[in-house]
């Protein structure tokens, strides 16, 4: 599942560094990076036997489950009609619940509810984390990210294509959990020759747990419009925080002016549309070039998703 990587030179030009690029993950089948890691979960899971799963996500996660599953079940209903002769199908199909907070975007709960079969539920709910332990209590397999270190696996594909890219200086990621990163750091760390790429994480005004254990924030506190950034409990941070640190990389903060500054400026340059979580990572080239960080070699922003 290999997405498009683009270079574009006038908007690293208009930013202040040499070489620029994105990584176009908000082009993968699944809508996001999500898809890197979520179906290499359900699938290991399902190896061993697991056929209920739920998910509390506020958007990208979740999609790439409902997604996964969805085309599990279809393969698996076809598969038995083939071989039954249409009188009956394949009874091993997954179940997916997947519990969104009551103030989720419409557009983003519309899209999941286009997904809800009699496999798939999208459930509302005041608490969905609660709603989530309560579902692993009653035998369901979380996907959640942030506590399951499978989900580091899903995106050493991601690193592998990245490392593709000749002398890499730094990946920009926006990051919630910061999975995506700890899984990156931690291949470049292991596997690179000799150069290792800087990893530089970017939180918004509003949630910023990891990205204060690299730098300091003194910006507006404000509801982001960013709003895929939610994680406040950092479960990974002990682990994320040391790894950044020895790639040379950094955290950044991104304000809704930020983050308004870099879509407008990605659209000027490019002539691309990228969402408020995809960002992230340009409005975080803008502020390390700013501050006068070096990046020996070319710069990747990560576009995730919505």
């Known amino acids: 599942m290999q997405t498009p990587l683009e270079q574009y030179s006038d908007l690293a030009q208009a930013i202040g560094v040499t ?3 994105f ?3 908000d082009l993968s089948p699944y809508g996001s990076h999500k898809g890197r890691s979520i179906p290499v979960m359900i699938e290991v899971y399902r190896n061993q036997g697991e056929s209920r799963f739920a998910i509390s996500s506020s ?9 996964h599953i969805q085309k599990h079940n279809q393969d698996k209903v076809e598969k038995g009609m083939r071989e039954a002769g249409g009188d009956i199908i394949d009874n091993s199909l997954l ?4 519990f969104v907070g009551n103030h989720i975007s419409e557009h983003k709960y519309k899209k999941l509810l286009a997904y809800a079969d009699d496999n798939i539920r999208i459930l509302k709910k005041e608490r969905p984390l609660q709603a989530l332990t309560q579902a692993m209590n009653e035998g369901m397999r979380s996907l959640r990210q942030s506590t399951d270190d499978l989900a580091l696996k899903g995106y050493e594909s991601l690193a592998e294509e990245l490392s593709l890219i000749k002398n890499l200086g730094a990946v920009f990621i926006g990051t919630s959990s910061g999975t995506t990163a700890q899984a990156l750091a931690a291949y470049f760390l292991n596997n690179a020759d000799s150069k290792i790429p800087q990893i ?3 939180q918004t005004s509003s949630c910023h747990p990891l990205s204060d254990g690299l730098n300091s924030y003194d910006g507006p506190d404000e509801v982001s419009v960013a709003d895929a950034i939610t994680d406040i409990t950092a ?3 002990n682990d994320l925080i040391p790894l950044i640190q020895k790639t040379g990389g950094s955290g950044w903060f991104a304000t809704n002016e930020n983050i308004e500054a870099a879509v407008m400026l990605t659209k000027k340059h490019t002539g691309v549309d990228i969402s408020a979580n995809s960002a992230l990572s340009v409005a975080g080239v803008m502020q390390a070039a700013y501050a006068g960080h070096n990046f020996d070699g070319p710069v990747v922003c990560l576009i995730c998703g919505e």
């Open 19 to 21: 070489d620029l690029y």
């Open 23 to 25: 990584k176009r993950e």
């Open 200 to 202: 530089h994480i970017v």
């Open 59 to 67: 958007g990208n996660a979740a999609l790439a489950a409902a997604i």
């Open 95 to 98: 179940q997916l619940d997947i």
């Open 235 to 237: 479960y990974r941070k």
